[in-house]
Every structure is written in structure tokens, then in C-alpha cells.
């Protein structure tokens, strides 16, 4: 396979290409419901929408010893149908198209484990538009976004990627594990306003994309700027 060297862009998946709060708040409540613990508020139930799901089930009262068992519960419900229960925010596909045409290498890398996040982006035909999804592991391996984009830069050249320099490599996501993650590898991130996160919590990305027509735009000049 020949080797090919472009501007790299790493995309969240939760909250930057997906919606997926339904699904993933439901098996939230699903999950305390059935531990017998209260349900978060619905900010609560709409914090889980991003982060590793264990840190978020700790920031949310779960004792470490019933860990497994709440992510157990959760996973049940999720995989029951909560998966499924999203969609891809409307433009994204055309804005990935268009960023492709730019010669943009792009890659998903999400904290949602990867044995969910390969199927969800095939069914919603995002698979097609990427060069690569890479997640978390299962939840017993410790696991942050830095982690994630590790993850996808080591596997991205067994596709043929010639990982460019981290000044041409640029993280798009929505919360702000999106935003500590990338700047652990040196990368920049810009934040996307259409995603679940609270005022501020973007305040420390390269900048914000203030809606989905102008994904493209902004991206592009953001790897510009080197």
C-alpha cells in the first residue's frame, strides 16, 4: 500500500458527528433504576454524553465496588437498543465530504468503546466518510482521550497513513476531555457549539465552530495557520 502524507483531523463521535444523548441517557437510567440508586438530573444524564463512562459514574455517586455492576447495567441497555438510538447531526456528512475533497486525512477517535463505535458510525454511514474509527477499550482498561488519539496515530499507518506532524494534526470534539486529551500529544482542538458542553468548558480550545455548516471552513483554516 502506497504511503500518503496529509493534514490529519481527529473527530469526536458523541456530540460532534452524532447525537446520541437519547440512547445514551436512557441506558443511564436504566442502569441507577436498576442499581437502585437515584437517577441523575437531566444535566446530570446529559454529562455522561462524551466523557470514559466510569468517571462519569463516579462524578455521579457510584461506589467504586458496584462499578462493574453499574457499567454492567448500562451496557445491557445500551447494547439492547440505546446504541441505535441517535443520529448524525444533520451537514455533517457534506462537511466530512467536503474536508476529504480538501485532502484531509480523517479519523474517528471517541471515548465510546470501540466495539460500539465501529457499528454505530457503519449504520449511520459515517464509516465511508473516514479513513479510520478508533475508541476506548472495554471499560475494565483504564482509558482517557489522550489514550484514544495514541491509539488512532499508532494504527493509523498500518492503512498507509503517514501521520504528519502534530501542527498539522488538529482535534474536533465537544467537551473538554476533547480539549486536555489532544494537548497531552501537543494537538490543537478546536470545540463545536452543537454539543453537550457547559458554559466554559471550551474556554482552553483553539477556538469553537459555531455550527455544522461551517465545519469545513474552520477546520481548514485552523491547519492553515502552520
Known amino acids: 500500500m502506497t504511503s500518503r502524507r496529509s493534514p490529519l483531523v481527529l473527530l ?31 444535566a446530570g444524564l446529559r454529562s455522561f454524553v462524551g466523557p470514559p463512562l466510569p468517571a462519569s459514574m463516579t462524578a455521579h455517586g457510584v461506589a467504586a465496588e458496584r462499578m462493574s455492576e453499574a457499567i454492567g447495567s448500562y451496557r445491557r441497555a445500551f447494547e439492547d437498543g440505546g446504541m441505535w438510538n441517535s443520529q448524525v447531526f444533520p451537514g455533517i456528512p457534506d462537511q466530512l465530504r467536503r474536508l476529504r475533497a480538501a485532502g484531509a ?15 454505530i458510525c457503519e449504520r449511520f454511514g459515517l464509516a465511508e466518510l473516514v479513513d479510520g474509527v478508533y475508541g476506548a477499550p472495554l471499560d475494565h482498561v483504564p482509558s482517557t482521550k489522550a489514550t484514544v488519539i495514541a491509539h488512532a496515530l499508532e494504527e493509523l499507518p498500518l492503512l498507509g497513513v503517514e501521520v504528519p506532524p502534530v501542527e498539522q494534526i488538529l482535534m474536533v470534539g465537544d467537551r473538554h476531555h476533547d480539549v486536555t486529551g489532544a494537548a497531552e500529544h501537543g494537538i490543537a482542538c478546536l470545540g463545536v457549539a ?29 491547519l492553515a495557520r502552520h
Open 12 to 42: 469526536d463521535l458523541d456530540g460532534t458527528l452524532v447525537d446520541s444523548a437519547p440512547g445514551i441517557t436512557a441506558s443511564v437510567v436504566t442502569a441507577f433504576t436498576a442499581m437502585g440508586l437515584p437517577v441523575p438530573d437531566a
Open 105 to 119: 486525512t480523517l479519523a474517528v477517535a471517541t471515548s465510546k468503546p470501540e466495539v460500539y463505535a465501529r457499528p
Open 194 to 222: 452543537w454539543g453537550y458542553a457547559e458554559p466554559g468548558e471550551l474556554d482552553d480550545a483553539a477556538g469553537l465552530v459555531p455550527a455544522v455548516g461551517v465545519l469545513a471552513d474552520t477546520v481548514l483554516a485552523q
